[in-house]
């Protein structure tokens, strides 16, 4: 059974930084395309982030590039999402997804991502 579990979200200022992690089991995690996604209530599930299985290739959102990193640890089974300099607009459930078949074309759209974590809540205050 594949489990994706997120941790590391808070409350912060505007401007500071916070580090979200991903920890996915039951699968193997270096076949999969894993991706950051975010919701505000009454909103679509917004693409953040993904990253290529081997972790060589990266996707960004234009609101969060230049200012968030994306990385993947295949030998610890764990996503990461390094988010600096942030903005009230920021304010988001902060989901990972994962997906093991995804083509490049549909790597921004959540309906093809198979797996998802519960969500880790990031608060922006001004």
């Known amino acids: 059974q594949v489990h994706l579990v997120e941790s590391g979200g808070g409350s912060v200022q505007t401007g500071g930084s916070m580090r979200l992690s991903c920890t996915a089991s039951?699968?193997?995690?270096?076949?999969?395309?894993m991706a950051w996604f975010r919701q505000v209530p009454g909103k679509d599930r917004e693409f953040v982030a993904a990253i290529a299985r081997s972790g060589g290739n990266t996707w960004y959102a234009d609101a969060v590039k230049g200012r968030f990193t994306i990385s993947k640890d295949n030998a610890k089974n764990t996503l990461s999402l390094q988010m600096n300099s942030l903005k009230p607009e920021d304010t988001a459930v902060y989901y990972c997804?994962?997906?093991?078949?995804?083509?490049?074309?549909?790597?921004?759209?959540?309906?093809?991502?198979?797996?998802w974590g519960q969500g880790t809540q990031v608060t922006v205050s001004s």
């Open positions: 039951g699968l193997t995690f270096s076949r999969y395309v």
């Open positions: 997804a994962a997906d093991c078949r995804i083509i490049l074309s549909s790597i921004r759209l959540p309906a093809q991502y198979e797996y």
